[in-house]
RNA sequence: AAAGUCGGCCGGGCAGCCGCUGUGUUAUCGCAAGAUAGCAGGGAGGAAAGUCCGGGCUCCACUGGGCAGGGUGCCAGGUAACGCCUGGGAGGCGCGAGCCUACGGAAAGUGCCACAGAAAAGAUACCGCCUUCUCCCUUGGGAUUAGGUAAGGGUGAAAUGGUGCGGUAAGAGCGCACCGCGCAACUGGCAACAGGGGCGGCACGGUAAACCCCGCCCGGAGCAAGAUCAAAUAGAGGAACAGACGCGUGGCCCGCGCGGUUCCUGGGUAGAUUGCUUGAGCGUUAGGGUGACUUAACGCCUAGAUGAAUGGCUGCUCUCGACAGAACCCGGCUUAUAGGCCGACUUUUUCU
């Protein structure tokens, strides 16, 4: 365990609109009840994270900060699942009523699924 | 001790490991901008929320005033300002500490006042009461004519002052006393208002969170404001150079039209930087003020993100943790909130 593999740089997000874009355009999907995700191969040589948390889905500030947080975590502590893709993660309802272990088991199975399909 | 009133404070704690984001510093790389790494230190709230008021700041508009529209509304003070706060007055609630109030004007005008009731606004008075005319009838009483009344009854949220005494045919502010109301002074108070006395003698029902009237206040938009830099693409104007070039027109030349290169100006999209945190700031002490607050000295620097940081895991511990996440910044208000602490005061009970 060193930290440079655990560590979650800037290079890493997905920033700009037009690269949130080019996920949506023609994505690979994985979802389950409590997550969809989408994600398209890149080039960069490392796997890139967006985060879509719609205020629709979840009124409280505070309820989206924490699901972002559980998101980024789990992406920052399995860098070995995860394949170069850019991936944007959107939350479902269900998230809030969900225990964190939950979550995070769902998250890992994503990670894999996708790194698999997108070849 | 119990019940209660008011004000203030806290919003799990400690340790280890792995991350994120500013700041300072050191090292390495780099012409530089900067990048990477190490170390140190900082990193959500009392409401950060709702966006309901008030201001700062920015851009636009702007001579001043009026109309319209909106806001506000007992008085005085505080403040950058306010619809906030403090103190005071008035009315209401509570045994009390205390709490509540959209609290200007109904004699400028208009409207409305359901149901019930005779009548809902300057009374053609329903049941009544009293006097009187005529008739019936055994005194008593009944029917009826003309008039005087508003005490009693009944309706209503509200009925044209209230209670008592006098007075009267019966009654009535008709007269008197007290209360209430109105008026002009006086006294106290900056004022709202209060006080006691005088005069009037009932005239003036309620509703202005109904229109309205009166006093005071208000230009608009917002940090996605605004400022700077500025690709690609589109492409405006000007100047200089070349005018021996190409294309079109034409039989050819001249000419005319479209093209060239360089520079400057302009435009400002994607994107980047900035605005961005030192401020009507906080703390302590001293002075002024009943208080809100204010003055002075000294000390402190306390988030600044931008797909958006402040978290995850583990261990220990307690009373097992609510509402909830900064987005330009302040002052308020309102709403949400597990549990806990402190102070002042009130009422009741017990003990000494």
Redesign the pocket.
Known sequence: ???????????L??????E?KAVFANPVKSSDRYFTLLAVRNAHGHPR?????AKKVM????????I???V??SF??HPEMIADLDI?VLAKKDVLSAE??QL?ESLCKHWQRLSSRCV
């Open positions: 365990m060193t930290g440079a593999n655990h560590a979650f740089p800037p290079n997000r997905l920033k700009k609109a037009a949130f994270l967006g985060l879509a948390i009124k409280r500030a505070v309820d989206r900060n924490a972002k947080r559980t980024r975590e920052r502590l944007v964190p272990a995070k």
